[in-house]
């Protein structure tokens, strides 16, 4: 089925302003019936979860569809989902908890491929705990993460390790069914961030061997907010601080305060309106997941390609992402150009391009780009074709 990008980029307002918008892998555009969801729940009564008053049970019926939507995304069970302020804040939270039993001599992993917000906390945590941190490297040639790569750093010490799913600065798609067999033979529990992995793929944390993973809805058309996947029979192991009064619960005990309700009821909306891509999917939410994302990636796979040959034609353009596996996310420098100017005459053209590091700050200092990094395009449910060609024309002009 290929996507009706028409009709989807027709139910997102903020696409009326003309823009071409390859910066979706800091945040995608909202639909309306996300902006829809948000609204309606601030426009009904609500209260603190409860099942006595309207306002109450609007609230708790908000909390529980919600989990239902991002479980059937994520591919787990809805008391395996935790909401949180963002991904950042949820590893924060899961690494202080889980370093309460690292000693010294445990060790944890981290990569440079990952975003920041999947090191430091993790970095932070083992300093405070004593542990040992160790680093796993990337070929910067081929921007490969290999599953050597992150067994040369295990050992029998190796209480975590932290990997991405997909690198929010190149796409680089790790295998990260065979790191959890490394990460799982040494008895270490694997933590995934699918950030950016989850806006262009379906999640399977089983079939990925994820003990924990993260994302965040308004990667993938919904509001800002942050999600934790966990089995509940692992979150019920775990005792993060909490507030006395407040739920013991699994998943409860790790949501702080009040929930912000009404950005759970965008979320919801924005797993539907995913489910929807495909209109002629059929049969469980998830089912129409799995088959409205094999209708995304084909389509995202078409306009990558057609952004790679396009930039392979232009003269003074350096390519970073290169595995073999990756998402439609290209980083790339112009000869002669610090990637903020490109940046910057880009999008007095009206195309956004953002430049950066993006918080990969180790990834781009190991491409030699240092903390300046590179011009990031990122492709969404809602590309065109139009939009590549007005990127390429833009860039041939800044070229010549």
Known sequence: MALDVDAIRARIPALKSGTARFDAPGGTQTPQPVIDAVAEALANPLANRGRTTEGERNADDIVQQARGALADLLGTEPRGIVFGRSATQLAYDLSRTLARTWVPRDEVVVTRLDHDSNIRPWTQAA??????????????????????????????????????????????MPDLPAVARAVHGVGALLHVDAVHYASHAVVDPVALGADTLVCSPYKFLGPHLGVL????????????????????AVPERFELGTLPYELLAGARAAVDFLAGLDPDARGSRRERLIASFAALEA?????????????????????YSRASRRTPTLLFTVTGLRPADVYRRLAERSVDAPAGSFYALEASRRLGLGDEGGVRVGLAPYSSAEDVDRLLTALDDLTR
């Open 299 to 319: 389509h995202e796979d078409v306009l990558r390609e057609r952004i790679e040959r396009g930039l392979a034609d232009l003269g003074g353009i350096t390519v």
């Open 127 to 172: 300093e405070a705990a004593g542990a040992t941190v160790r680093w796993a490297d990337f070929d910067p040639a081929t921007g490969e993460l290999r599953p050597e790569h992150i067994e040369a750093v295990l050992s029998p010490r190796t209480r975590l390790v932290a990997v991405t799913a997909a690198s929010n600065l190149i796409g680089t």
């Open 229 to 248: 996947a966990a089995r509940p029979e692992f979150l019920e192991t775990l005792r993060p601080d909490k507030l006395l009064p407040s739920s013991d």
